[in-house]
């Protein structure tokens, strides 16, 4: 069996297994008198403003002649109006009835109902597992690229076990892809830990992490140097997220936090390569105090230290 014959596979077992799980298979839909197929032409009429039938064929994919029968059907019942548009008198729009909106709103509570039925066994962390799925399905499916926004990424201060040998995957994985670091680099990002979690206390420490989908997609964290002074380290933004403000606004935090901590300098060491992090540490008020030519992690470049006074 090929790759692609495997990946066929899971995706029909997958088909299989969900569609007994939310009940596709059953004749109606949500114990009604309808079809999957009826219930989401409804549903569509409801949803979109000035609805038209060559709106739902291209939404649904649905063949004319079927739906042509649903929507008789449905003027039949009392459940579905049509209006003819008073710009273009070959077009009709399609409206829910006071009836066919009370049969919805019935529906719409039901199909929650049932939904829930499925996620309350279900312990916080596996129903975003679920969900989480089930956004990225839709949106490699559909081809949609993320919204620019960070409205479905919250952000978490506490270490939690699992977080450390993630960051260090997340590092390992994006520097080998986008530098060309070798295993060596992975090596001394576990070095950075081991040593950050001896000696970590939230008094003078702190990591700020970005959760989307249940996972993490963009990080920093400040370490207390002494009284007086902190370093930055760990600046990392998944490429899925970027483009969207995240990276300003972990840095932000960051900062915000050294000036709650009352220090007086933060510093934070990086390399050549990095030139879109090292745009927003400039642009933050960072300056380049000392760099040195090496060979590091496979690659020829200037390591760079940069600092930013804060009592400034």
Known sequence: MSSNDALIADVRHFNRFYTGVVGLLDQHILDSKFSLSEVRVLYEIGDQEKCTAGQLINTMKIDGGYLSRILKKFETAGLITRHQSPSDGRTFFLQLTAKGRKLMAGLNERSSDHIRQILEPLEEVQRLQVTGAMKTIETVLSGAAPAATTSDIHFRYDLQPGD??????????????????????????????????????????RVFLAIADNRIVGAVAILGSSRYLAQLRWFIVHPDYRGRGLGKRLFAEAIAFCREKNYQNVYLMTTSLQSTAIDIYKKAGFRKTGEKFLQLWGQQQYEQRYDMDLTQ
């Open 164 to 205: 450390i040998g993630y960051l260090i995957y997340l590092h390992g994985e994006l520097y080998a892809k986008e530098c060309g670091y070798n295993f060596e680099f992975e090596s001394y990002v576990c070095k950075t830990f081991q040593d950050f979690l001896s000696t970590y206390n939230a008094n003078k420490d």
